[in-house]
């Protein structure tokens, strides 16, 4: 009795779900959506924690002679820049007593035909390496018809 009562149950069941399924409606496919094409930004930048002289600085390398010299100060091989396109900078934080600092470079602003690039050094949050660094940050610059300028934004 309990196995006839059971295998009612589950047939009634399957049934309900069989015509609820039967009666729904067919719901439209989404609509296609525009294709909207992104381009990636590519920003070309360096970066190191440790091997940067120990004065704060920058440079603005216009040639590839400026900028090899420029990455002897990190003891590093100068990576490849189109001179043509490009103008590379590099900002070197000077020797801390510990990590965490790295400095960040403002998006260009052109101003006539030269271009300033400003950059600001933030303190440290949260916890920091124990170790003195020399933290330096290069990035390359799109060429414009008159000067780089590159400059310590204001605090």
């Known amino acids: 009795m309990k196995t006839s009562f059971l295998a009612a149950a589950l047939a009634a069941a399957t049934a309900s779900c069989a015509g609820s399924r039967a009666s729904r409606k067919a719901e439209p496919a989404p609509a296609p959506q525009a294709s909207v094409e992104k381009t990636p930004m590519t920003t070309q930048e360096w970066?190191?924690?440790y091997?940067?002289?120990a004065e704060p600085g920058g440079l603005v390398c216009a040639d590839a002679g400026a900028w090899h010299r420029a990455w002897k100060q990190v003891g590093k091989d100068a990576p490849p820049l189109d001179f043509d396109k490009y103008v590379g900078v590099i900002v070197f934080v000077g020797e801390k007593p510990t990590g965490g600092w790295?400095?960040?470079f403002d998006e260009?602003?052109?101003?006539g035909d030269d271009v300033v690039v400003r950059y600001r050094v933030p303190k440290p949050g949260g916890f920091t390496t124990q170790?003195?660094?020399q933290a330096w940050k290069a990035r390359a610059v799109p060429r414009p018809k008159g000067r780089v300028i590159l400059e310590a934004a204001p605090e």
């Not at 260009?108 to 101003?111: E, F, N, S």
Request: charge should be positive; charged fraction near 5%.
């Open 51 to 53: 091997g940067g002289p």
């Open 102 to 104: 790295s400095p960040a």
């Open 47 to 49: 970066k190191g924690a």
């Open 108 to 111: 260009p602003v052109p101003q």
């Open 131 to 133: 170790a003195f660094s």
